[in-house]
């Protein structure tokens, strides 16, 4: 039987292999599932944040205990971080932590995305004001299934409190592959 489509990348190789079991729709057409092809080309991704201040300490693990936006079901919430699921191989990863009422002379915040705790990206920011704040780049890592990234913020002064809501304290995570 004839595929009545067949998706092909710019060099002409098909995106959808025919050696993949179990993923072909149930009609008498031999064509992909619609599920199965959106899963294939949907961003999914999920921006966790936290829903009420947080005092800061050295090596802080961040609890992150609700989501702003997700999409899709392969990155979890569990227990203040993202857990990766099955199929996952490569993510992208960013990361702000805005801290409040920071009493901090001559002093610093360094904040770490990690991956099963080890770091993978991070960011120092000084400052004696009242607000400092950490912004970790986009980085892409390797994972696989039930890696663990999460939050770390890294203080010379115990003082200050991480502000809640999106666009202040949160860690992106989004599927590469």
Do not use: H
Request: aromatic content about 8%.
């Amino acid at each position: 039987m004839k595929k009545l489509v067949k998706l092909l990348d710019k060099a002409g190789n098909e995106l959808v292999p025919d050696n993949i079991k179990n993923k072909k729709s149930k009609s008498r057409i031999d064509a992909y599932s619609c599920d199965y092809i959106n899963d294939k080309f949907e961003t999914q991704y999920i921006v966790a944040t936290i829903s009420t201040p947080q005092e800061i300490s050295s090596n802080y693990v961040v609890n992150l205990d609700k989501i702003a936006y997700q999409n899709g079901n392969k990155l979890t919430l569990q227990n203040g971080k993202i857990k990766i699921g099955n199929g996952v191989s490569k993510i992208r990863v960013s990361a702000i932590a805005f801290v409040d009422g920071w009493a901090g002379d001559n002093s610093y915040i360094w904040t770490f995305v990690r991956k099963n705790q080890v770091p993978v990206s991070s960011f120092i920011n000084s400052g004696s004001a009242n607000y400092i704040s950490g912004s970790v780049p986009d980085t892409i890592i390797d994972v696989e299934e039930n890696d663990v990234i999460d939050l770390v913020t890294d203080a010379t002064s115990s003082s200050g409190k991480l502000r809640t809501g999106q666009s202040n304290t949160q860690l992106f995570v989004e599927v590469i592959n």
